[in-house]
């Protein structure tokens, strides 16, 4: 039996989400609730095998709610089901370490069939968002391509918070080609600030500063 926990603040959504979960042989509902909070107070929350949870909540978000089971109850699978499409909700959720995102539009059965597959060590993703995902992943993969391996290392260099000057003594190479190095990342990336080319390496997965 795969005991079902679900957090969710619209009380007809969760309620026909009980329902028809129950209603499946191999899957029970132990506990729903309306806030990460209110879920993470209850006992409940050290038997679940699976959690749906909702991204906009009241209090504590979604995505923070992932974080805190990771963190607490690691050995638990999180489903994200939610009416958020963007790039960032959707990062956000896997890389805190939701298994599974669905769009609430899904029916009874692709729900059902996303909680056994989870179970089951899959990752369930509506097809809209695994598009999503796939094209963003294709994007990274040009975007490294079309950076050389000294632009990729300066980028990495800009992450960490150093000087042009101290990117160059490090890498053995003049403060103005430092620069020129840079213009071109810039011009690649469509950035106009360190920030900005920072943020777009690390979305696009080009860099990672805590690896680096």
């Known amino acids: 039996m795969i005991k079902v926990g679900i957090v969710e ?16 042989r191999d899957l029970t509902v132990i506990g729903s609730f309306g806030s990460c909070e209110e879920a993470f107070e209850s006992d409940a929350i050290n038997k679940v095998d699976l959690m749906i949870m909702d991204i906009g909540l009241p209090g504590m978000t979604g995505i923070e709610g992932v974080k805190y089971m990771r963190e607490n109850h690691p050995d638990v699978n999180i489903i994200m089901a939610t009416v958020h499409d963007d790039d960032d909700h959707i990062f956000d959720a896997l890389k805190a370490g939701a298994v599974g995102y669905l769009m609430k539009k899904v029916t009874p059965d692709e729900m059902v069939h996303a909680i056994r597959d989870a179970h089951e060590g899959g990752s369930p993703i509506t097809p809209n968002i695994a598009r999503k995902v796939i094209a963003t992943f294709q994007k990274a993969a040009d975007l490294e391509e079309e950076l050389s391996d000294r632009e990729i290392q300066i980028l990495k260099e800009l992450a960490t918070g150093r000087s042009y000057a101290a990117i160059g003594k490090k890498i053995f190479l003049s403060v103005d080609g430092v620069r020129h190095h840079i213009r071109n990342i810039y ?24 690896n680096d």
Do not use: C
Not at 10 to 24: C, K, P, S
Not at 197 to 202: E, H, R, S, T, Y
């Open 9 to 24: 603040d619209n009380e007809y959504m969760r309620e026909g989400w009980e329902t028809f979960i129950d209603h499946e």
């Open 187 to 210: 011009q690649k990336l469509e950035v106009h600030s360190r920030s900005e080319a920072i943020a777009k390496g690390i979305t696009r997965h080009i860099i990672d500063p805590d």
